[in-house]
């Protein structure tokens, strides 16, 4: 191709964008007057191969996410062995068991139950992981998260847990054009992450909030974690018309 032409989005490589996600959060970081080294980047590889993992890991990155534990199961043993796995989508009880041995952080925790099966089964499996808490802060009714007003059930459940544990918060706002849009969900969840910290007695550091559209304004609002797929990873390819259908 002539470099005149330029590139289409999905033909630059990965460790470019890499390289450009970086530079974005560093810029948020500085907006904010906040240590760039307190925003941790989680890559959310979902639907992609294990040799973009690969050269995502060989521009540096370490933390990557997977929305399902099916497709993470087959993937993470095909990718370099050094990297640590998240899983950022929803947790099936029935999957429990394998996602204690896939992954060293669960996003995505909305439930006692969960959270106390997860206990059980680590402790079985002879693992330690850290949870964050998934909780919907806009009510979207096709969401999945605990209310706030379920927080401080589950964390007093926390208090029992052996295996797990919990250390922030999570929250995937409403999809919008606007990503300004999603600065209030942000604000929400570090307000009730600050009252649960002081309600609870956990520290819950963490915050995982913000995508590729809106990380910058997540970091604005305190995020420490950012799930970055498409701005890393290129567009995912478009589900095959069978899974569209209901
Ligand atoms: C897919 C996904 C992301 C990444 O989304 P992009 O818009 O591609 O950056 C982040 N978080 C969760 C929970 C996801 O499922």
Excluded at 22 to 44: E, F, H, K, S, Y
Excluded at 102 to 123: K, N, P
Excluded at 165 to 192: C, H, K, N, Y
Excluded at 217 to 224: D, F, K, Y
Aim: net charge neutral; aromatic share 4%.
């Amino acid at each position: 191709m002539l470099p005149s032409l330029g590139k289409t989005e999905s033909e630059i490589p990965i460790a470019e964008r890499v390289a450009r996600v970086r530079a974005r959060i560093a810029a948020a970081c500085a907006r904010a007057g906040r240590d760039p080294d307190a925003v941790r980047l989680v890559a959310v590889s979902k639907t992609h191969p294990p040799e973009s993992v690969a050269a995502a890991a060989a521009a540096g990155l370490t933390i990557f996410g997977e929305n399902k534990v099916q497709e993470a199961a087959a993937k993470i043993p095909l990718c370099p062995g050094h990297l640590e796995w998240h899983l950022v989508g929803h947790l099936q009880s029935n999957k429990v068991r394998h996602a204690v041995r896939l992954f060293q952080t669960i996003h995505s925790v909305d439930s006692a139950d969960l959270l106390e099966r997860l206990d059980r089964i680590a402790e079985e499996e002879g693992r330690r992981l850290r949870a964050l808490f998934e909780v919907n802060v806009s009510g979207e009714s096709s969401k999945f998260g605990l209310k706030p007003e379920q927080l401080t059930a589950v964390l007093s459940a926390a208090g029992a847990c052996r295996r797990i544990e919990p250390v922030g918060l999570m929250t995937i706002p409403p999809a919008s054009e606007d990503p300004e849009r999603a600065r209030g969900f942000f604000r929400a969840l570090r307000e009730l992450r600050d009252r649960a910290r002081a309600e609870s007695g956990f520290e819950l550091p963490e915050l995982s909030m913000g995508m590729s559209q809106d990380f910058e304004i997540a970091i604005e609002e305190g995020a420490t974690y950012v799930r970055v797929g498409t701005d890393i990873f290129g567009p995912r390819p478009r589900p095959a018309p069978a899974e569209e259908m209901p």
